[in-house]
């Protein structure tokens, strides 16, 4: 091989190892999330006396996006940024908790504590 085919030999295995480190890194870690269309929502779920509520799905409407609350009632997700959401409430045999919230987007955070009755 001379040089100058060793010199572009070279560079494209350089090329190669480098797009491999990325797409290695990305299926550790994941792609990053896009802030500007996704909304983070999180907070907790708490019985009337105040105690956290673990296995609560909780739900948005019109989506099929939901999740539970771990051991300290908290839950979180993103979702596509819109104008208003409404979330539902239910426990692990689907009967609904009998609070349901609507959200106005802040182009921020939302975080909630939901206090429910059974």
Same mark, same amino acid.
């Given at each position: 091989?001379?040089?100058?085919?060793?010199?572009?030999?070279?560079?494209?295995?350089?090329?190669?190892?480098?797009?491999?480190?990325?797409?290695?890194?990305?299926?550790?870690?994941?792609?990053?999330?896009?802030?500007?269309?996704?909304?983070?929502? @999180?907070?907790?779920?708490?019985?009337?006396?105040?105690?956290? !509520?673990?296995?609560?799905?909780?739900? /948005?409407?019109? %989506? #099929?996006?939901?999740?539970?609350?771990?051991?300290?009632?908290?839950?979180?997700?993103?979702?596509?940024?819109?104008?208003?959401?409404?979330?539902?409430?239910?426990? @692990?045999?689907?009967?609904?908790?009998?609070?349901?919230?609507? !959200?106005?987007?802040?182009?921020?955070? /939302?975080?909630? %504590? #939901?206090?429910?009755?059974?």
């Amino acid at each position: 091989m001379n040089t100058s085919s060793r010199k572009w030999f070279n560079r494209i295995f350089k090329g190669a190892s480098l797009a491999t480190v990325a797409m290695a890194f990305q299926a550790c870690y994941g792609a990053p999330r896009d802030f500007g269309m996704d909304q983070y929502i @999180d907070g907790v779920v708490l019985s009337a006396e105040g105690e956290p !509520l673990q296995g609560v799905l909780v739900s /948005i409407d019109d %989506t #099929i996006q939901h999740t539970q609350t771990d051991a300290e009632g908290k839950f979180q997700f993103y979702i596509s940024r819109k104008d208003e959401y409404k979330l539902s409430f239910s426990d @692990d045999k689907g009967n609904n908790l009998n609070k349901d919230t609507t !959200l106005t987007d802040r182009r921020g955070g /939302i975080y909630l %504590t #939901i206090n429910v009755e059974k």
